[in-house]
């Protein structure tokens, strides 16, 4: 059985068409959006993936929703995920404490300093930063090895 071709001949009736159609969209549109689920811990939005060219090209789409950008990587370049990351404010109260899915790790925080903790396997990257309200701030995270 073709589809398109039943649909085109009339086999179908309009309302089966309409209703794999619709379907068909919505399928398309959750797709699209798979590693952009927002998730919110602390007060922190946050979002991650990147694996992917796909993934890339949806987190670049909605970057300018965020102010902090984290990139992991090793020296060698290869990009790597499952990174443990940890966001303190300038007291050491810890905002945040999520794992990334993919090298990008994007998050919207208050105007303020920080402390950002990212460790992969058993190897930790201290970086203290400060966030304000211009554009989105990229921080390149690479360890030796994993």
Same mark, same amino acid.
Not at 44 to 54: F, H, R, T
């Given at each position: 059985m073709n589809l398109i071709s039943d649909l085109k001949n009339g086999m179908l009736p309009r309302g089966v068409a309409a209703f794999l159609l619709v379907s068909a969209l919505f399928l398309s549109a959750g797709a699209a959006h798979s590693d952009a689920i927002v998730r919110t811990a602390g007060g @922190? /939005?946050? @979002?991650? =993936?990147? #694996? =992917?060219? &796909?993934s890339i090209d949806e987190l670049s789409m909605i970057s300018g929703n965020f102010n902090l950008k984290l990139v992991f990587a090793l020296q060698s370049g290869n990009y790597v995920s499952d990174v443990q990351v940890v966001i303190a &404010?300038? /007291? =050491? !109260?810890? $905002? *945040? &404490?999520?794992? /990334?899915?993919? +090298?990008?790790? *994007?998050? !919207? $925080? +208050? #105007? =303020?300093?920080y402390q950002i903790v990212a460790t992969l396997g058993d190897h930790a990257i201290k970086r203290q930063i400060a966030v304000g309200t211009a554009k989105l701030q990229t921080i390149d995270l690479r360890w030796a090895t994993e």
């Open positions: @922190v /939005s946050y @979002v991650s =993936g990147g #694996v =992917g060219a &796909d &404010d300038a /007291s =050491g !109260k810890t $905002l *945040l &404490d999520a794992t /990334s899915a993919g +090298p990008w790790f *994007l998050a !919207k $925080l +208050p #105007v =303020g300093n």
